[in-house]
């Protein structure tokens, strides 16, 4: 009961990101916070809270040292997940953007796996082109469809996270290297404010705005990964990414609690398809993976 409830409050966590994001991005024609600055305030303030709870909990003390856990490519990509996801949801709906940003990240890890010479069998297979077929309708031209530019950049958000996923496996404190590449990400802080200078971008925000985006990085991004770090410990990296298969609901339900938005008949079927695909195709590798084994 301790472990489902922990997990439970690290994916309410993971989703309430896309809620504040959505809340403080995309107010309509008053928003709370501009983008750029919502970007800077949630990656400053996971950067403290990660590590604050480095210092507290001792995490690579001993085998490492301070700021040479991480990389510079992974605090990139860290970095382009976290803008791209901020701009997104100027005009992204909550639910939608948490379906692509899943779909995408899951993309990008399948794909690695089958350039690196995986297999997948035709259960799998069935899977996959399910939910690739579930997301092309997604995004497709029509009246519910989301904005073909925030989708786009909802799709690198999940690209950038994927490959930030694919660089962190297999580090011996998780921890520690994401505390180093949130402190990391800063530094490409600058030059994102010099674009938005040059672009002549209005940079805004109300208290209630940086307040949302300091939860979001301090909250729902540096608890929730600490927590999911101690999570995957002990359910495992497959039974991990079928647990992620609740998040795009939850943060659906989310915006219907707390941004007022409604359910599209395209939401739900492309949601059943793409979260049902990618579950046959995880638990079909996982089959695969252990009648190799045995």
């Known amino acids: 009961m301790r472990l489902f409830l922990i997990t439970s409050l690290t994916m309410i966590a993971f989703a309430a990101n896309s809620v504040l994001a959505r809340i403080a991005n995309g107010s309509g024609d008053a928003p709370l916070i501009d983008p750029a600055s919502y970007s800077a305030i949630r990656l ?3 950067a403290i809270m990660l590590a604050l709870l480095v210092e507290l909990t001792g995490s690579g003390s001993a085998r490492s040292p301070r700021f ?4 510079w490519a992974s605090a990139f990509a860290l970095f382009a997940y976290a ?7 100027v005009a992204l709906e909550t639910g939608i953007g948490a379906l692509i940003l899943f779909a995408c990240v899951q993309a990008t890890m399948i794909g690695w796996a089958l350039k690196e010479g ?3 069998s035709w259960l799998e297979w069935l899977g996959l ?7 092309i309708w997604l995004v497709s031209p029509g009246l519910s469809a989301p904005e073909p530019w925030a989708a786009a950049l909802m799709a690198v958000s999940g690209v950038a996270w994927g490959a930030y996923s694919l660089r962190g496996r297999g580090l011996p404190d998780p921890l520690k290297a994401t505390a180093d590449n949130f402190v990391r990400s800063s530094v490409f802080l600058i ?13 805004h925000s109300s208290g209630r705005g940086a307040v949302l985006a300091a939860i979001s990085g301090a909250v729902t991004s540096g608890l929730g990964y600490a927590l999911w770090y101690r999570v995957l410990r002990q359910i495992g990296a497959t039974q991990g990414a079928i647990v992620q298969l609740t998040v795009p609901v939850i943060a659906a339900v989310g915006g219907t609690l707390f941004a007022a938005e409604g359910w599209s008949l395209r939401l739900v079927v492309s949601s059943l398809l793409i979260l049902g695909g990618v579950a046959v195709a995880i638990l ?6 252990r009648r190799r084994a045995g």
Not at 68 to 71: E, I, L, P
Not at 129 to 135: D, E, L, Q, V, Y
Not at 284 to 289: F, L, N, P, S, V
């Open 44 to 46: 400053i303030s996971g």
């Open 68 to 71: 040479q856990s991480g990389s």
């Open 83 to 89: 803008v791209a996801f901020s701009y997104a949801y």
């Open 118 to 120: 995986d297999r997948p």
């Open 129 to 135: 082109a399910t939910a690739f077929g579930a997301f």
């Open 191 to 203: 030059p994102l404010g010099a674009i938005v200078l040059l672009t002549g971008e209005a940079a």
């Open 284 to 289: 079909a590798k996982q089959h695969r993976t």
